[in-house]
C-alpha cells in the first residue's frame, strides 16, 4: 500500500498533469482511431487557419493548396483539440520545471526527472508535427505514442515523489523477499509490448486477424516478419491507412499477440510474488489492469475494433506502464531504505 508522507513544492501542479497527461493519450488514441491524424495536413497551423477553414471560402481555397487531402471537418477537430491540449500539457511540465529549478537545493525535491519531463515533452511536440509533415510515417507515430506513454508514467512517478508516498507494510524489510530482477523483467516486456501495439496501429494491423483465438481460422497463418517489422519505410508516401501487404500485417498482429501472452504470463507472476510478499495492494492493482488490458485487447478482435474499446485499451497500456514502473520504484525505496 502507499501512504503519505509530506508533499512538497510543484505536488499539486504535478497531479494535475498526470491526469491531464492521461487525457491527452485518451484523445490521442482516438484520434489515431477515427484516421485524424491529417485530419490538419500542415502544422502547426491546420490548412492555415489557428483553428480550420469554416467558410466555403476558406475551404475552397484549403482544399486548392491541399487537393490530396481535403478539409473534413469530422477530423479537423480531434486532430486540433489533440494539438491544444498537447501544447496546454507542455506549459504544466514548464511550470513543474521551473519550480523544480526555484526548489533546487531543498533536500528531498526532485529535480532531474523534472529537467528530463521538460526535454521529453519538447521532444513529444517535434514528434507531433513530424507525424503530421511525415504523413504518419509509422516510424514517428510509433515513437510519439510511446513518449505519450513515458510521460504520462514518469509524471505519475513525479507525484509519487512530492507526494511523499512510500509503500507501508506491517512487515520489516529483512523479511521480505523482494522481486527486484522480476520487476525489472517485467518493465521490459511491458515496454516491448507498448511497442508492439504502437507497431500495430501505426501500420493498420488491429484487424490483421479479424478472429480470435486463431488467426484468419488458422494457427499459424502466412506472414512476412522481414517486411512487417522493416523499420526502414521509406520517407514520402501518405501512410494513412498503411501500405502493407496482408502477410506483413498479420506478422505485426501475431507478434503483438505473442507480446501480449508473454507480458500476461511475466505480470501475473509478479502479482503473485508480490501479493506473497506483502506487498498486496500494489498485486492486486496490477491483477486488475492486467485482467482489464486483456479482456480489452481479445474484444478489439471479436467485436471488429470498437472506437470505445480500443480507446480504452490505449489508455489500459498506459496504466500497465505506469504500474509496472510504480511497482520498481517501489521496491527500490524498500531495497535502499529511501
Request: hydrophobic share 50%; with cysteine.
Amino acid at each position: 500500500m502507499l501512504s503519505l508522507q509530506g508533499t512538497k513544492p510543484g505536488f499539486r501542479l504535478s497531479v494535475f498533469a498526470t491526469l491531464f497527461a492521461i487525457g491527452v493519450v485518451g484523445l490521442g488514441a482516438f484520434t489515431r482511431l477515427v484516421d485524424a491524424g491529417l485530419g490538419c495536413p500542415d502544422w502547426p497551423t491546420c490548412y492555415g487557419h489557428v483553428w480550420a477553414p469554416q467558410t466555403q471560402e476558406e475551404i475552397s481555397a484549403a482544399n486548392a493548396a491541399f487537393p490530396e487531402i481535403p478539409v473534413d471537418h469530422a477530423k479537423t477537430w480531434p486532430e486540433m483539440v489533440h494539438r491544444y491540449l498537447a501544447s496546454a500539457l507542455g506549459l504544466l511540465i514548464i511550470g513543474i520545471a521551473a519550480a523544480a529549478f526555484r526548489h533546487r537545493k531543498r533536500p528531498d525535491q526532485p529535480f532531474k526527472l523534472p529537467m528530463f519531463l521538460l526535454f521529453l515533452v519538447i521532444l513529444q511536440g517535434a514528434f507531433g508535427a513530424w507525424t503530421v509533415t511525415l504523413k504518419l510515417w509509422p516510424q514517428v507515430v510509433t515513437a510519439h505514442l510511446m513518449g505519450g506513454f513515458t510521460t504520462f508514467t514518469l509524471l505519475w512517478l513525479l507525484t509519487l515523489r512530492l507526494g511523499g508516498y512510500r509503500s507501508t507494510s506491517l512487515f520489516s524489510l529483512h523479511q521480505r523477499a523482494l522481486p527486484r530482477g522480476l520487476a525489472a523483467l517485467a518493465l521490459v516486456v511491458v515496454i516491448g509490448q507498448v511497442f508492439l501495439g504502437g507497431w500495430t496501429t501505426s501500420n493498420y494491423a488491429a484487424l490483421a486477424c479479424p478472429d480470435f483465438p486463431m488467426c484468419q481460422t488458422q494457427l499459424w497463418p502466412e506472414m512476412n516478419f522481414g517486411a512487417g517489422f522493416d523499420l526502414a519505410h521509406p520517407i514520402g508516401p501518405n501512410y494513412l491507412g498503411g501500405h502493407l501487404d496482408i502477410p506483413s500485417r498479420t506478422a505485426i498482429h501475431m507478434a503483438h499477440r505473442i507480446g501480449a501472452l508473454i507480458t500476461t504470463v511475466v505480470c501475473l507472476w509478479l502479482a503473485v510474488r508480490l501479493i506473497r510478499e506483502r506487498f498486496s495492494g500494489l498485486g492486486v492493482t496490477l491483477l486488475l489492469i492486467l485482467s482489464a488490458q486483456v479482456t480489452l485487447g481479445i474484444s478489439n478482435v471479436v467485436f471488429g475494433l470498437p472506437l470505445t474499446v480500443a480507446v480504452l485499451h490505449n489508455l489500459g497500456g498506459a496504466l500497465l506502464l505506469a504500474t509496472v514502473a510504480t511497482v520498481n520504484y517501489e521496491l527500490y525505496r524498500e531495497a535502499n531504505h529511501v
